[in-house]
């Protein structure tokens, strides 16, 4: 092990955690061990499925603008610009716009900042078709 992870709890609730452990024979380390590998597991998605969900998150946009056709092409070109030079730009735009329209924020869009290849899937989204099977 190579790092320590320090909480917070109630004294009544760590001593309860420890006897229910030592009555089950279980290490209470290794319980929250365990309960941490398996929440990032369930909750950790793949490159491709952050993509998807970017491009299912574009689209959604674009739907809210009213169609492809309504989507403020320089908007769309300025999105373009960033996605290449300022990745946080990108996302405060996004962010930005969805305030504008008062529609709630997908927590997804958070992702357009960890790069090149995410930015272009939510814009792929916004300019583009209809995703297969989603929706």
């Known amino acids: 092990m190579d790092a320590n992870l320090h909480i917070r709890l109630s004294k009544e609730l ?74 946080k730009e990108f996302t405060d735009q996004i962010i930005s716009t969805y305030l504008d329209l008062n529609l709630t924020i997908p927590s997804i869009v958070s992702k357009t900042s960890k790069g090149f290849a995410f930015s272009q899937m939510f814009l792929l989204g916004l300019l583009g078709d209809k995703p297969s099977g989603k929706l």
């Open 14 to 87: 760590k001593e309860l955690f420890q006897q229910i452990a030592k009555e089950n024979n279980k290490d209470t380390s290794s319980l929250v061990r365990d309960w941490i590998s398996s929440y990032v597991a369930e909750h950790q998605k793949s490159d491709e499925a952050l993509a998807s969900d970017l491009y299912l998150a574009g689209y959604q946009l674009q739907q809210a603008f009213g169609g492809r056709e309504k989507v403020n092409k320089e908007f769309a070109q300025r999105l373009q610009e960033y996605s290449l030079t300022n990745q």
